[in-house]
């Protein structure tokens, strides 16, 4: 099993940043995905970024070039840098982690965007 918890949401006004944390409770290397998504009021939720356990990444088009997943994995961390954030990013982010073919979620983090 794998408990996920996430920190680092908050009201930031557009063109602002936010870092997202997710704390996992056993060593990100033996987890084979891990991911960041969101949820929109009214909206399915959807696919933000992931990195494998050997490091490659994945990022929405819509997100491209604004956000940055990484990992500690000192620290058991996985975070997503975003920049230049816009309303539409507005949403509960919610950290994902595969692990022995079952997937594992967080209880979200709430980011407000405002304009």
């Known amino acids: 099993q794998v408990q996920l918890v996430e920190s680092g949401g908050g009201l930031v006004q557009a063109g602002g940043s936010l870092r997202l944390s997710c704390a996992a409770s056993?060593?990100?290397?033996?987890?084979?995905?891990m991911g960041w998504y969101r949820q929109a009021p009214g909206k399915q939720r959807e696919l933000v970024a992931t990195?494998?356990?050997?490091?490659?990444?994945y990022y929405a088009d819509s997100v491209k070039g604004r956000v940055a997943i990484s990992r500690d994995i000192a620290k058991n961390t996985l975070y997503l840098q975003m920049n230049s954030l816009k309303p539409e990013d507005t949403g509960v982010y919610y950290c994902?982690?595969?692990?022995?073919?079952?997937?594992?979620w967080g209880q979200g983090t709430q980011v407000t965007v405002s304009s």
């Open positions: 994902n982690a595969v692990f022995g073919a079952k997937g594992y």
């Open positions: 990195i494998r356990d050997l490091g490659s990444t």
């Open positions: 056993r060593n990100i290397l033996s987890i084979d995905v």
